[in-house]
C-alpha cells in the first residue's frame, strides 16, 4: 500500500517507517503539518497516518478537515498522545477513520493500518456472504460452513468470526476486537478476548484438521486459510 | 486636542474609553454606593415635592371653598336685614360685623344708586367687578400692604349694589410655609442623601472588601482562606465562592495525592524496567537473553502507561467533565453484555457467574464510564476468586421511601443497586476503609498482578452519577455495590454526595 506518514518526532517517525516498510508498504514521510498537507492533497495514498499535533500551524486535524472539506476520502488514521474519550470522539468526528494513542504498540498500529487499507478497497459491493478457504459464512442466515459441515455459533461468537474472516489474512489485535466486536472502549485486565476466541476455536478450528485461526505473539490474533 | 475634550472622558485611559464611553456617556459617578444614594436622594425629593404639592393643592381647595360658601352665607343674611329695614338696617349690620371682626379679614361695600359708598370698609367700587353673582379674586390695597381677597358682588332693589369679600392672605402664608418646607426638605434629602452616599459606599465597599480579601489571599496561595458569613445578601456569593474554593481544595488535594502516588508508585515499575535493561546490557551474553530482557521491560512500560491512563482518567472523571456524554441509557443491555463477555472468562477460571438481574428503568448517565466500571469489578472479582467458587452480578431497582399508606411497589423507584459479589479473600474492615484510595493495595493482593486503581476508577464514576459505592463483606468474599439514584436532572440532586461508605 501507499502510505503518507505525518509525524514531527523524529524517533517515532523513524520507527513507524521502518516498521511499514518492512510490512512491505510504500511510505512518504513529512515532518510537518505543511509538508503534510501539500503531499496530502496532491498524490494519492491508500492510507494517511497523521499525528495531531503537529508544528507550523497546521495540525493533524486541520488537515484532515481540509482533506474532508475537498471530498477526498482517503482513510486516515489519527496518531495522538491526546487519550480521552473527548479527544478521541473529536477527531473521529473530524472525519478520522481511526484513533491510536501514543505510546503503541508497533503491531497495534500496522494491525489497525492493514485493516483501514483492506476496508477502502472492498466497501463498495455489500456482500451476502464471506468465504475463506473451506470456510464460509452467510451473513443473512447466519450460517457457518465449513468444508460442508455446519458449524452453531452464538451470534457474538458468529460477529467476532465475522470480523477475523473480514480481515482474513492481516493481523487483528485484542483491543481492536473489543472495539469493533463489542464495541468497548475499556482496557480489561484480564484475558477476556483471549477466552473468546479460543471457544471459537473450540468450534471453528477443533473438529477439524487444520487450523484457520492462529495467535501471533505480542500482537494478537490472524486468521489465515489453508493452504490447499 | 486633548484639551479640547469634556473633563469626563479624560477619566478613561484610551484603550478603555470606547467602552467606558459605551457604558455611561454621560455619567461620570462609577462608584455603585453613591449612585445608589444619588438615585435614591432623587426619588425622595421628588416624592416629597408631590406629596407637598398635593398638600398644598388640596388645602388651598379647601380654603377657597370654606371662603366662598362664608361669602354666600353672609350675603344671604345680609340681604335677609335688606328685607327688614333696608339700606339703613343693612348699613348698620355691616358696620356691627366689621366691629366684631377681630381677624379683620372681611371686608364689606354698600352703595347707592349713584355708586355712593353707604357703608362697608372697602374705599370704592372695585373696577374688576362688573359682574353680579360672579366670585372674583382680586389684589386689593388695604392699609399699607396688598393682599388677595375673594368678592362677590350682589344687585339690591332700587339700584343699590352689594359688596361681600373675604381677605385670603391665609393662602398666601400657607403656600409660603410650603414652599419654605419644599426647600429645607430638598437641604435635608441632599444632605441625608450625601451622607447615605457615603455610608452605603463604606457598607459595599467592606461587604466586597471581605470577598476581594479572601479571593486574593487564595489567588496568593493561602487555599484555606474563606469568606466570613455575615447573614446579609452577599452572603449569597460567599457561600458559592466558599463551595467553589472548598471544591478546588478538594482538587488540589486529589493532584497532590496523584502527585504523590506517580512519584512512589511509577518509580517502582520504571526502577524494574531500568535495572533489567543495564542488567541486560552488561550482563547478556547471547541475543536471546537481551531479547528477554528488553521484552520484561516492554511489559513494565505498557504497565506504566496503563496506570496513566487510569490515572488520567480518574482525575478527569473527578473534575466533572464528563457529564456532557450523559444519556438516557438502557443499563439492562448493558448488563447483559457485560455478564456475556465476562461469563467466558469467568468459566475458563473454573467460576460460576450467577446472574440475579431484575429488569431496570432507564438511567441517565455515561454508559462508556459505566461499562468501565463495572469491568473494573468484574475483572477484580475474578482475580480474586478461588478456583470452583461461585460469582454473583446481582441489579435491582430500589424503592424510593414510600409516603403512609403507599405499598413500595406503587412508588417510581429513587434508585438502582449493582453489586457482585464472590467467594474470595474478601477484605478486613480496616483496608474497606482504604479501598477505593488510588494505589492502595490490600496486603494480600500484593501478589497479584493490578496498578491498585480499579476501585478509585470506580468509584469516580460512581461519584459522577451522584452514586454511592459500599463494599461489605460477604463472608466468605467481599461484596461491592453501587447505587446509582435514579433523578432525571442530576443537578438537582445534592452535590455532595458521600463518596465513600464503610462496612454497612
Not at chain 1, 185 to 191: A, C, K, R, S, V
Not at chain 2, 65 to 77: C, G, K, L, S, W
Request: glycine share 8%; with cysteine.
Amino acid at each position: 500500500m501507499r502510505i503518507l506518514l505525518v509525524e514531527d518526532d523524529p524517533t517515532v517517525r523513524s520507527f513507524v517507517l521502518k516498521g511499514l516498510k518492512e510490512a512491505g508498504h510504500n511510505v512518504d514521510q513529512a515532518d510537518n503539518g505543511k509538508d503534510g498537507l501539500y503531499l496530502a492533497i496532491g498524490e494519492k495514498y491508500d492510507i494517511i497516518i497523521l499525528d495531531r499535533m503537529l508544528p507550523g500551524g497546521i495540525d493533524g486535524l486541520n488537515i484532515l478537515e481540509t482533506l474532508r472539506g475537498q471530498k477526498n476520502n482517503t482513510p486516515v488514521l489519527l496518531l495522538s498522545a491526546l487519550s480521552e474519550v473527548d479527544d478521541r470522539v473529536d477527531g473521529l468526528r473530524a472525519g478520522g477513520d481511526d484513533y491510536v494513542t501514543k505510546p503503541f504498540a508497533f503491531s497495534e498500529l500496522l494491525a489497525r493500518v492493514e485493516a483501514l487499507g483492506r476496508r477502502g478497497h472492498n466497501e463498495s459491493a455489500p456482500e451476502t456472504s464471506l468465504t475463506v478457504g473451506d470456510l464460509s459464512l452467510d451473513l443473512l442466515s447466519r450460517e457457518v460452513r465449513r468444508g460442508g459441515q455446519k458449524i452453531d455459533l452464538q451470534p457474538r461468537e458468529f460477529r467476532l468470526l465475522e470480523f477475523l474472516v473480514r480481515h482474513a489474512g492481516q493481523v487483528v489485535t485484542r483491543t481492536m476486537l473489543l472495539e469493533k466486536v463489542w464495541d468497548y472502549h475499556f482496557d480489561p485486565q484480564t484475558n477476556v478476548i483471549d477466552v473468546h476466541v479460543s471457544r471459537l476455536r473450540q468450534k471453528v478450528d477443533k473438529p477439524f484438521e487444520t487450523a484457520i485461526i492462529h495467535t501471533v505473539r505480542n500482537a494478537g490474533y490472524i486468521l489465515r486459510p489453508t493452504q490447499d | 486636542m486633548a484639551e479640547d475634550r469634556p473633563p469626563s472622558r479624560r477619566r478613561f485611559p484610551p484603550w478603555r474609553r470606547k467602552q467606558g464611553e459605551g457604558r455611561r456617556r454621560h455619567w461620570p459617578i462609577r462608584s455603585a454606593g453613591i449612585n445608589f444614594a444619588l438615585g435614591y436622594g432623587v426619588l425622595f425629593l421628588i416624592s416629597a415635592t408631590l406629596f407637598l404639592s398635593f398638600i398644598w393643592w388640596s388645602s388651598t381647595n379647601l380654603l377657597n371653598r370654606h371662603v366662598r360658601a362664608f361669602i354666600e352665607t353672609d350675603a344671604q343674611e345680609l340681604q335677609k336685614r335688606w328685607t327688614y329695614g333696608g339700606a339703613p338696617a343693612l348699613g348698620d349690620a355691616i358696620t356691627d360685623r366689621l366691629e366684631q371682626n377681630i381677624d379683620d379679614d372681611a371686608l364689606y361695600l354698600l352703595t347707592d344708586r349713584h355708586g355712593r359708598r353707604l357703608a362697608g370698609n372697602l374705599p370704592g367700587w372695585p373696577v374688576a367687578i362688573k359682574r353680579m353673582d360672579h366670585f372674583y379674586e382680586l389684589t386689593i390695597r388695604r392699609y399699607t400692604f396688598t393682599t388677595p381677597a375673594e368678592f362677590k358682588a350682589y344687585d339690591l332693589p332700587h339700584g343699590f349694589r352689594l359688596i361681600v369679600g373675604h381677605d385670603i392672605r391665609g393662602r398666601t402664608l400657607l403656600s409660603t410655609v410650603i414652599t419654605r418646607t419644599v426647600i429645607w426638605c430638598a437641604v435635608m434629602i441632599a444632605l441625608l442623601a450625601v451622607g447615605g452616599a457615603l455610608v452605603v459606599r463604606d457598607l459595599f465597599r467592606r461587604m466586597v472588601g471581605s470577598i476581594a480579601r479572601t479571593a486574593s489571599a487564595v489567588a496568593s496561595g493561602d487555599l484555606n482562606h474563606r469568606i466570613a458569613l455575615t447573614g446579609s445578601e452577599t452572603d449569597l456569593v460567599a457561600e458559592t465562592v466558599n463551595t467553589m474554593l472548598d471544591r478546588i481544595n478538594r482538587l488540589m488535594e486529589g493532584v497532590r495525592q496523584v502527585s504523590n502516588a506517580i512519584a512512589h508508585d511509577l518509580r517502582t515499575p520504571i526502577t524494574r524496567a531500568r535495572n533489567q535493561l543495564e542488567e541486560a546490557l552488561f550482563s547478556a551474553t547471547s541475543p536471546e537473553e537481551l531479547r528477554t530482557a528488553v521484552d520484561r521491560a516492554i511489559g513494565d512500560l505498557d504497565h506504566i502507561t496503563g496506570i496513566f491512563e487510569a490515572l488520567l482518567r480518574i482525575a478527569q472523571i473527578e473534575a466533572g467533565s464528563r457529564r456532557s456524554a450523559f444519556t438516557m441509557m438502557d443499563l439492562n443491555q448493558l448488563l447483559a453484555n457485560m455478564a456475556e463477555l465476562y461469563e467466558a472468562s469467568a468459566e475458563e477460571a473454573g467460576l460460576n457467574l450467577h446472574l440475579d438481574i431484575v429488569p431496570l428503568p432507564p438511567l441517565f448517565g455515561d454508559e462508556r464510564m459505566l461499562q468501565q466500571a463495572l469491568a473494573n469489578l468484574l475483572d477484580n472479582a475474578i482475580k480474586f476468586s478461588p478456583p470452583d467458587s461461585a460469582l454473583t452480578l446481582r441489579a435491582r431497582p430500589v424503592p424510593a421511601i414510600a409516603p403512609p399508606g403507599h405499598s413500595p411497589s406503587e412508588c417510581s423507584p429513587a434508585g438502582l443497586e449493582i453489586s457482585v459479589q464472590d467467594q474470595g479473600p474478601g477484605m478486613n474492615d480496616a483496608d474497606i476503609l482504604r479501598a477505593h484510595e488510588r494505589f492502595f493495595r490490600a496486603e494480600s493482593a500484593r501478589n497479584t498482578p493490578g496498578s491498585g486503581l480499579g476501585l478509585s476508577l470506580v468509584q469516580a464514576v460512581t461519584s459522577l452519577h451522584h452514586g454511592r459505592l459500599t463494599l461489605t463483606k460477604a463472608n466468605p468474599g467481599l461484596k461491592v455495590t453501587l447505587f446509582l439514584p435514579l433523578t432525571q436532572d442530576a443537578e438537582q440532586t445534592t452535590r455532595k454526595a458521600p463518596l465513600t461508605e464503610g462496612p454497612s
